[in-house]
């Protein structure tokens, strides 16, 4: 499930003594345009719309989870996603490639309902919460996109 319970992704690599980066203002913002793109886009159930966001691993992972609720007749809906925290965990650079370790902390609206509509799980109108680490990678100078989601707890 996208909202809370996501997880997969191959993890960023973590050398040790990596030389770090610098995160400036613009990228976090990058990085909450991220997080909402991606929970609007797993609601939609848009694989495409996720390919432009994330790398090929990260989409491999949201088909099977997408594809394991069509299974099960259920549709989760994450929205009115609202960052509340993003802080840096770590940013290096690696052969070419910047990489964000961001934990992210967001509230949102996550329902799941079966095909007749009625709520199996979530609540339309209670928001809940949820911290996650979220790691970003580009190529020096381009755009962010999202390469591995770790659950926190």
Excluded: C
Aim: hydrophobic share 40%.
């Amino acid at each position: 499930m996208m909202g809370g319970m996501m997880g997969g992704g191959d993890a960023a690599p973590r050398p040790s003594g990596p030389p770090p980066i610098t995160i400036a203002p613009a990228d976090f913002q990058e990085f909450e345009q991220i997080l909402k793109a991606s929970q609007a886009a797993w609601s939609a159930r848009d694989l495409n719309a996720l390919g432009g966001m994330a790398t090929p691993e990260m989409v491999s992972y949201f088909s099977e989870q997408l594809s394991d609720f069509a299974s099960r007749g259920v549709t989760n809906s994450v929205t009115d996603v609202h960052l509340e925290s993003g802080d840096l965990a770590q940013a290096w650079a690696e052969a070419g490639r910047e990489y964000a370790t961001v934990a992210m902390r967001f509230s949102m609206i996550d329902v799941t309902r079966d095909g007749s509509g009625r709520i199996v799980d979530g609540s339309p109108t209670e928001r809940v919460m949820a911290t996650e680490l979220w790691t970003f990678v580009r190529a020096r100078g381009g755009h962010w996109i999202l390469s591995a989601i770790q659950q926190t707890r």
